[in-house]
Antibody, heavy 127, light 108 residues
Framework: EVQLVESGGGLVQPGRSLRLSCTVS????????MSWVRQAPGKGLEWLGY??????????EYAASVKGRFTISRDDSKSIAYLQMNSLKTEDTAVYYC??????????????????WGQGTLVTVSS | DIQLTQSPSSLSASVGDRVTITCRAS??????LNWYQQKPGKAPNLLIY???TLQSGVPSRFSGSGSGTDFTLTISSLQPEDFATYYC??????????FGQGTKVEIK
């Protein structure tokens, strides 16, 4: 059974840092890209960024809204993905989800979908 | 970033109704469009990927169509468990994957 479990959320003051972890089981973690998505209270979904599998360089991409403040990394030996969040703002308050990002190859190009999600972890940024 | 606009933002329907939700992209995304269902307090669930491919385990009453800029999610016969919020999402442009604003399907 595929499982993704986020941890590390909680209450943090503005300007501080927080690191979220996503521990996975049930599939070969190193074969997949991993993404982070958040949802502010009562709002829609916002993609934050992803990290490719090592087969595709293990590189990262970020949404413009968090680029330079958030960093995604992975430890394939432990099957864990991380989201390091720095200089947190009140508007970063949200439920944060990690997702398995499956690559679909379509002829000459490829695309991704989020086929498994964790249960989410709440991050509250407040003084 | 590529913008996705869903319509309607909400709708009321009865069990057994045929429901259609549309998603329009601000530029062509070929068929790099996925659909998700989210119930209150739960993580989203992938329904359709690459515009029209049904994710394993998803009931066949869900279907997707479209390419380029215009896409549709159809529920052929709405069931009680289908009342939820639905999101489209594109992963054509990297970086800059985006979601639509969501469509809430409520009981009439």
């Amino acid at each position: 059974e595929v499982q993704l479990v986020e941890s590390g959320g909680g209450l943090v003051q503005p300007g501080r840092s927080l690191r979220l972890s996503c521990t996975v089981s049930g599939f070969t973690f190193g074969d997949y890209a991993m993404s982070w998505v958040r949802q502010a209270p009562g709002k829609g979904l916002e993609w934050l960024g992803y990290i490719r599998s090592q087969a595709y360089g293990g590189t990262t991409e970020y949404a413009a809204s968090v680029k330079g403040r958030f960093t995604i990394s992975r430890d394939d030996s432990k099957s864990i993905a991380y989201l390091q969040m720095n200089s947190l703002k009140t508007e970063d308050t949200a439920v944060y989800y990690c997702t398995r990002s499956t690559r679909y190859n379509i002829g000459w190009y490829s695309t991704y979908g989020f086929d498994y999600w964790g249960q989410g972890t709440l991050v509250t940024v407040s003084s | 970033d590529i913008q996705l606009t869903q319509s309607p933002s909400s709708l009321s329907a009865s069990v057994g109704d045929r429901v259609t939700i549309t998603c329009r992209a601000s530029q062509s995304i070929r068929n790099s469009l996925n659909w998700y269902q989210q119930k209150p307090g739960k993580a989203p669930n992938l329904l359709i990927y690459v515009a029209s491919t049904l994710q394993s385990g998803v009931p066949s009453r869900f279907s997707g169509s479209g390419s380029g800029t215009d896409f549709t999610l159809t529920i052929s016969s709405l069931q009680p468990e289908d009342f939820a919020t639905y999101y489209c999402q594109q992963s054509y442009s990297t970086p800059g994957w985006t979601f639509g604003q969501g469509t809430k399907v409520e009981i009439k």
